[in-house]
């Protein structure tokens, strides 16, 4: 069974510093995609990032990147300068048929 | 453009009492459908997924049931309502055609109290 740990309930980070959210999961699959979803105080899902497993390349966006490392089975999200409006929380997720199965989160708060 | 509406954004209901939450999808056709049930301060757990109209998978046996009348509504239902269906809880939906990934989208969620 896929499983997708994160190990790190809650983080905090200073604004315009940089964190990393960690992320593991375990699966016998060899494609697969995987993301992070952000959830802020108005509890809105929002797909932060994406990254299929064959690409080797992490994924980036603006801010925002991964360190896929599949060997390892880690998934973990870099955010960089972070900003008051990056506090949420963070999940990670892994996609199986045609679903999503989750982390349980990661508390973010930057501060000012 | 697509968008997701979930009804209503805040309900108390008393223990025993039936439940309806309702979701809508508008700019497709023909997605998957998800409900998710989320406790306080916790992730999110799949309590059901829909390929089509009437095409109901369960993930968690449960007080909870959901119907696909038409091809963008999903429907949360309960007869009899428990404590412990308290909660937060978020319809998604996702593309078919032209994905090779299940990117899925959220609705603004319900919150849910059963007292």
């Known amino acids: 069974a896929q499983t997708v740990t994160q190990s790190q309930p809650e983080m905090s980070v200073q604004e315009a510093e940089t964190v990393t959210l960690s992320c593991t999961y375990d699966t016998s699959e060899s494609n697969y995609y995987l993301f992070w979803y952000k959830q802020p105080p108005s509890r809105q899902m929002i797909l932060v990032i994406r990254?299929?497993?064959?690409?080797?390349q992490n994924a980036t966006e603006n801010r925002f990147s991964v360190n896929f490392q599949k060997a390892a089975k880690s998934f973990s999200l870099k955010i960089s300068d972070s900003q008051l409006g990056d506090t949420a929380m963070y999940f990670c997720?892994?996609?199986?048929?045609?679903?999503?199965?989750f982390g349980a989160g990661t508390i973010l708060r930057v501060k000012s | 453009s697509q968008t997701i509406h979930q009804w209503p954004a805040t309900l108390v209901q008393p223990v025993g009492s039936p439940l309806s939450l309702e979701c809508t999808v508008e700019g497709t056709s023909n997605p998957n459908l998800y409900w998710y049930r989320q406790a306080a301060g916790r992730g999110l757990q799949l309590l059901f997924y829909s390929v089509g109209i009437g095409q109901i998978s369960s993930e968690v046996p449960q007080n909870l049931s959901a119907s696909r009348p038409q091809d963008r509504q999903f429907i949360l239902s309960s007869k009899k309502l428990l404590l412990s269906d308290s909660g937060f809880y978020l319809c998604?939906?996702?593309?078919?055609?032209?994905?090779?990934?299940?990117?899925?989208?959220f609705g603004p969620g319900t919150r849910l109290t059963v007292l």
């Open positions: 990254q299929e497993a064959y690409k080797q």
């Open positions: 997720a892994f996609e199986r048929g045609n679903k999503l199965v």
């Open positions: 998604a939906w996702s593309a078919k055609a032209g994905k090779t990934y299940n990117e899925q989208f």
